[in-house]
């Protein structure tokens, strides 16, 4: 209840001081893109949210208007524009997400919301504790994935390397992190969250596993609730 309670007055505080420190940052973003290709300089697209109930996330957006393909995205995608490249490098495309903050669809720090046809992927048990949160903006599964893209890039099939191998690690580690129900715990990935943005070369970076054989599974976690609670990194 408290850490729930701390966790929205956090979210609304930081949200609304980013949304005004970026928004001569953003105003040049929608500006660049809106030079190098058509269409719209926002990106919406229906997410899972709390309660699996679905809600419209924004970014800037960084493919081609009216392209079709995957839902998921590699580093290769061809549909990526020059300045969309830079976005997503650089996290600013994720921008006007502080805005899904403020109305109470996200938080700062949770788990990144998948796409609405990626639900029937999730673990059973994972839901459970899952989308018992808003969604957030970063977490830790999206640190220890920040090279997700090239993963996909380098996989010979990226649907079924996303699906069976990233997505259910991804609901590990989101597991992981929200039985802690820790306020500090969530401000170490917070700043984590930062410090990867600013200093990315020049941070070590965290390897992803490279098949199946090296993951634990959700139900491994969840039987061990009572521990995990306890272990606040």
């Not at 953003?26 to 949210?49: C, D, H, N, Y």
């Not at 490249?85 to 994720?94: A, I, P």
């Not at 639900?119 to 599964?141: C, Q, S, W």
């Not at 690690?169 to 039985?179: A, I, P, Q, S, Y």
């Amino acid at each position: 209840m408290y850490y729930q309670a701390i966790k929205r007055v956090f979210d609304v505080t930081v949200a609304f001081v980013l949304t005004i420190a970026l928004l001569p940052v953003a105003l040049v973003v929608a500006l660049l893109i809106k030079f190098e290709s058509p269409g719209p300089v926002f990106f919406r697209q229906a997410r899972t949210g709390r309660f699996e109930k679905p809600f419209y996330i924004i970014k800037f957006r960084t493919m081609r208007h009216d392209t079709q393909g995957l839902n998921i995205t590699a580093s290769s995608d061809h549909r990526i524009t020059g300045v969309g490249r830079v976005l997503r490098k650089t996290k600013l495309d994720e921008i006007p997400q502080l805005l899904n903050v403020l109305k109470g669809d996200m938080s700062i720090v949770g788990p990144r919301p998948e796409v609405v046809s990626h639900l029937p992927h999730y673990d059973d048990e994972a839901k459970v504790i899952i989308f018992a949160h808003r969604p957030g903006m970063t977490d830790l599964a999206s640190l220890l994935y920040m090279q997700e893209e090239r993963l996909l890039a380098e996989s010979s099939d990226p649907l079924k390397t996303y699906f069976e191998i990233i997505l259910p690690e991804k609901n590990r580690l989101r597991v992981r992190h929200l039985v802690q129900q820790s306020f500090i715990f969530d401000m170490k990935v917070f700043v984590w969250t930062g410090l990867k943005i600013l200093l990315r070369h020049h941070m070590p970076l965290i390897s992803c596993p490279s098949d199946m054989s090296k993951m634990n599974s959700i139900r491994v976690i969840m039987h061990e609730h009572s521990s995990i609670k306890n272990d606040v990194v």
